[in-house]
């Protein structure tokens, strides 16, 4: 079982940065990838940024590709993503997730979720 657990949404004013963490707690050494993920109301969820964990390798969006930056802390068994030059199309609920499968990057199967942080930003 894996539990996370998300932080550090909030509201903020284009141009902006927030940095979301997620901490990952229970048997989490098959969990090959994770994610972020968004949605806004009135449009469907879509993957933000995601990292094999074993390696490190991320892929992006191309909405905030350059500007978000996703990264783990092993020793923290905690993910984070960096969102710089906010706009205000960014703000949605962000949902971190997780998956013992790949690839990552497609952001499909993720089955782990966490609760949810909501990112506002305003013009």
């Known amino acids: 079982q894996v539990q996370l657990v998300e932080s550090g949404g909030g509201s903020v004013q284009a141009g902006g940065s927030l940095r979301l963490s997620c901490a990952a707690f229970g048997y989490i050494a098959s969990m090959n990838c994770m994610a972020w993920f968004r949605q806004a109301p009135g449009k469907e969820r879509e993957g933000v940024a995601s990292?094999?964990?074993?390696?490190?390798?991320?892929n992006y969006a191309d909405s905030v590709k350059g500007r978000f930056t996703i990264s783990q802390d092993n020793a923290k068994n905690t993910m984070y993503l960096q969102m710089n030059s906010l706009k205000p199309e960014d703000t949605a609920m962000y949902y971190c997730?997780?998956?013992?499968?790949?690839?990552?990057?497609?952001?499909?199967?993720?089955?782990?979720w966490g609760q949810g942080t909501q990112v506002t930003v305003s013009s």
């Open positions: 997730a997780a998956k013992g499968g790949w690839p990552c990057r497609d952001f499909v199967r993720y089955n782990f």
């Open positions: 990292i094999y964990t074993g390696v490190g390798t991320t």
